[in-house]
């Protein structure tokens, strides 16, 4: 298997841009989570979709923040509009049902300038 | 919610040596510790977990230990090698799809 598949690998783009993530799950896999992490705050769980629906957005930051998932085997993340302190590194990982393990994809590095 | 401290922050040790990290957890019902070793422009991968249910696990040079009354658990990394410099992430979770990370510690193998 490929494992998970994010896009683009990196992205500069200056505030107030609109930015989308992009993540492919590993193929069987109902469980997709969107992390970001920062040196300061770690590694934080944005949302987590079963089954492409969204059940837990707690962690997304704020109204610039939006996820989606139209089907099994893909998922974006977008901010519109982008600010600086939306840099960071975006991890998307999938699971499948009966397991624990969560499997990441390499990450995106995103600059908003 | 659930909160993860780790210790050390940085760990340097000479190769061959022995590695401890350290973690603590605030949730008493939190039942499953997965541990993640992140290489420089990579992903978190997992290299082994634990569940609540055992004190100890081991595969090959790595070990994990859970003390569920102090609520801590460590990963012991024996006869390190050069290809075990990187962070490396506790976590925790009850059980709810939620992973608490901890905040990383970064090992560095001296040659």
């Known amino acids: 298997d490929a494992g998970v598949i994010q896009s683009p690998r990196h992205e500069v783009t200056e505030m107030g841009q609109e930015v989308t993530l992009r993540c492919k799950p590993i193929?069987?896999?109902?469980?997709l989570f969107w992390y970001r992490q920062t040196m300061m705050r770690g590694l934080e769980l944005l949302i987590y979709?079963?089954?492409?629906?969204?059940?837990?957005d707690s962690g997304m930051p704020e109204d610039r923040f939006s996820a989606k998932m139209p089907n099994a085997s893909f998922s974006t993340l977008k901010i519109q509009p982008s600010e600086p302190r939306d840099s960071a590194v975006y991890f998307c990982?999938?699971?499948?049902?009966?397991?624990?393990?969560?499997?990441f994809g390499p990450g995106t590095r995103l600059l908003v300038l | 919610g659930e909160n993860v401290e780790q210790h050390p922050s940085t760990l340097s040790v000479q190769e061959g040596d022995s590695a401890v990290i350290k973690c603590t957890y605030s949730?008493?019902?939190?039942?499953?510790f997965p541990w993640y070793k992140q290489e420089l422009g990579k992903g978190p991968q997992l290299i082994i977990d634990?569940?609540?249910?055992?004190g100890e696990k081991k595969d090959q040079r790595i070990a994990v230990t859970l003390n569920k009354t102090a609520k801590h658990f460590s990963l012991h990394i024996t006869e390190t090698q050069p290809e075990d410099s990187a962070v490396y992430f506790c976590?925790?979770?009850?059980?709810?799809?939620?992973?608490?990370f901890g905040k990383g510690n970064q090992v560095v193998v001296i040659p």
């Open positions: 990982a999938s699971r499948g049902s009966s397991g624990t393990t969560q499997y």
């Open positions: 193929s069987g896999h109902d469980y």
């Open positions: 979709f079963n089954n492409n629906v969204p059940i837990d």
């Open positions: 949730d008493s019902a939190s039942n499953y």
């Open positions: 634990i569940r609540s249910n055992v």
């Open positions: 976590a925790a979770s009850n059980g709810n799809n939620r992973l608490a």
